[in-house]
């Protein structure tokens, strides 16, 4: 009997360098929480010399701003893949956010109704106000059919044009349980969220420590980091 190949899971996670450490807890909480194997990747600005070539606008706050939107080309604009913010964490199996693929739709996330004021957040980078923020946080692609996220689109066209998805028609847009991208610091928390996004900042940064659902992040790099120390411990004592 031929057993069917499954589709693997494809993560892409947006790197900016003050968030290294989150970066890593948020792939580890994957791991630890994940039933199927994983493909994790991260967009990084070093590792696309050539590709991408946009300057950096003062209103972004993050390297990955607008690189996010290059995930179907770099998954070939084959099958799906699911790109996410760095500051998250994840507390669910990301099976049950897989088996949510809908084809009728392009990209399917959260979308929130985030206003906000313009001003300042973590490390005072630049707080935004424009509408649909934070839905392109966490984006789960039909990649075959996000073919309009060519590099030279992505290079030149407007924040707004990227974020607020002029690439798409709405209808094309589906929607994610609020669960998969919870807004610590914005909305209350649920019972049971899935995954939580440190929007306003997290514990990373000095200036975050007080941040609700702080104590969360804090156990997951602890927990990630027990086996290392357990491993020293044995070298030390050997």
């Known amino acids: 009997m031929t057993v069917p190949i499954p589709e693997t899971p494809r993560v892409f996670i947006g790197y900016e360098p003050r968030e290294r450490v989150a970066v890593n807890v948020l792939a580890d909480s994957f791991q630890a929480c994940s039933s199927l194997p994983l493909l994790i990747g991260q967009v990084r600005l070093d590792q696309l010399g050539g590709i991408y070539d946009r300057e ?32 998250m964490l994840c507390l669910a199996d990301i099976a049950e956010l897989w088996a949510l693929r809908d084809e009728r739709f392009a990209v399917q996330l959260v979308k929130h109704q985030h206003d906000c004021e313009a001003g300042r957040k973590f490390q005072g980078m630049p707080q935004t106000p424009y509408g649909r923020k934070n839905w392109s946080s966490v984006m789960l692609f039909n990649c ?17 044009e990227l974020h607020q998805f002029h690439w798409l028609a709405d209808a094309e847009i ?36 007080d941040m609700p659902a702080s104590d969360r992040w804090l156990a997951a790099r602890a927990a990630m980091n027990h086996p290392l120390e357990s491993a020293l411990a044995v070298h030390h004592e050997a």
């Open 56 to 87: 950096h606008h003062p209103k972004q706050s993050t390297d990955f701003s607008f690189s996010r939107f290059l995930v179907p080309w770099l998954a070939g604009y084959q099958r799906w893949a699911l790109f996410i913010d760095a500051d």
């Open 144 to 160: 075959a059919r996000c073919r309009a996220l060519s590099p030279a689109y992505v290079n030149t066209a407007t924040g707004l």
């Open 174 to 209: 589906g929607e994610l349980p609020p669960e998969w991208n919870v807004l610590v610091g914005v909305q209350p928390l649920p019972p049971s969220p899935k995954i939580v996004h440190y929007t306003l900042g997290g514990p990373w940064f000095d200036d975050c420590l």
